[in-house]
């Protein structure tokens, strides 16, 4: 009988040791206002802080992580300053985490330029990947509420800027995924999902000849919406809607002025594929397919000079094909389908 009290009494004090909250902290000449503070409530919370050779500063000298974490099971693990481990100084820094409620899990590494990472979730299993902050005037900030969301950012040199929210508070959303990967100039990316099983991915490139002054939007309201969006160069832009459920979007641009905008309403299963590749000059493409189902949208440019592609479609089942090759002068096509 003794034998059984004790290895009961053994299984509860084992329990109870691992529903301890852990926390591991290392700063090492993290000079400037250097501050880390975490704040756990719960059980089998698990905090990882790393500040190293975080030298560099500007005027309004921050140097900062604050994690807080409530709940049970959840994560986070930020590492800050010299993530390159090639001796490269930050300047401004500070990181910001946040989240409330079970098996949550938050990774950011941060260096270089002035900036900002501001993660929130709150919920349960929710994934935030903030793999690699690089320079300069970053910011980024994730916000992810309900379950099983998954967001995941790299991005690197200049101008920067990333914002996604994911689903809002409401037990039916959720599981929405943002995959975004930014090495860019002037950049900025707002991604806003609310709904569930959305799924978005973007790639802007900021490579010598590409990059300039790009911008990415994409708000996607209701389920199993996707979004795949990929621009290079020039004065860029693309904008993406989309509120109905089951809609898909492909966008691919690559040089001189773009702008692409494409807005799917409240219907449902529409399709849209735009591309304009290498030269397209001025460019803009434009497609609207507003309330109805099923609709098909495919617009492509290469080497237009004023060139322009202009598509609206109301009804259900329509179909469009516009492809304009090689041409110069002041292009432009434009559809129009109702029924």
Do not use: C
């Amino acid at each position: 009988m003794k034998k059984v009290v004790l290895s009961a009494m053994a299984l509860a004090m084992g329990s109870f040791v691992m529903a301890q909250n852990s926390s591991e902290i290392n700063q090492a000449n993290a000079t400037g206002g250097a501050l880390v503070t975490v704040n756990q409530a719960g059980n089998g919370n698990k905090s990882n802080v790393e500040q190293i050779g975080v030298q560099s500063h500007t005027n309004g000298t921050v140097t900062t992580v604050k994690i807080k974490q409530q709940g049970q099971g959840n994560k986070s693990t930020v590492d800050q300053g010299d993530i390159w481990n090639n001796g490269s100084t930050s300047t401004g820094i500070t990181i910001d985490v946040n989240q409330k409620g079970k098996e949550n899990n938050s990774l950011v590494k941060q260096g270089g330029g002035l900036s900002k990472t501001d993660v929130d979730q709150i919920g349960n299993r929710n994934n935030s990947k903030v793999d690699v902050q690089g320079g300069y005037n970053n910011s980024i900030k994730v916000q992810q509420n309900d379950s099983d969301n998954r967001s995941t950012i790299w991005q690197s040199w200049s101008g920067n800027e990333i914002y996604v929210t994911q689903s809002g508070d409401n037990s039916n959303n959720g599981a929405n995924n943002s995959k975004i990967r930014q090495t860019s100039s002037s950049s900025i990316i707002d991604i806003d999902q609310v709904g569930r099983r959305n799924m978005s991915e973007v790639e802007q490139f900021g490579e010598p000849a590409f990059g300039e002054m790009l911008s990415t939007k994409v708000n996607q309201n209701g389920m199993d919406n996707k979004s795949v969006i990929s621009q290079q160069g020039n004065y860029n832009k693309i904008s993406i809607a989309q509120n109905g459920n089951d809609n898909f979007s492909s966008v691919d641009q690559d040089g001189i002025s773009n702008e692409i905008y494409t807005t799917q309403k409240n219907g449902n299963g529409n399709r849209s594929y735009t591309s304009q590749d290498v030269d397209t000059s001025t460019s803009l493409i434009k497609t609207l397919q507003q309330n109805g189902n099923g609709n098909i949208s495919r617009a492509h440019q290469i080497g237009t000079t004023d060139a322009s592609i202009l598509v609206t479609q109301n009804g259900n089942g329509n179909n469009s094909l516009v492809n304009q090759t090689m041409v110069n002068s002041n292009t432009t096509a434009i559809v129009m389908q109702s029924n």
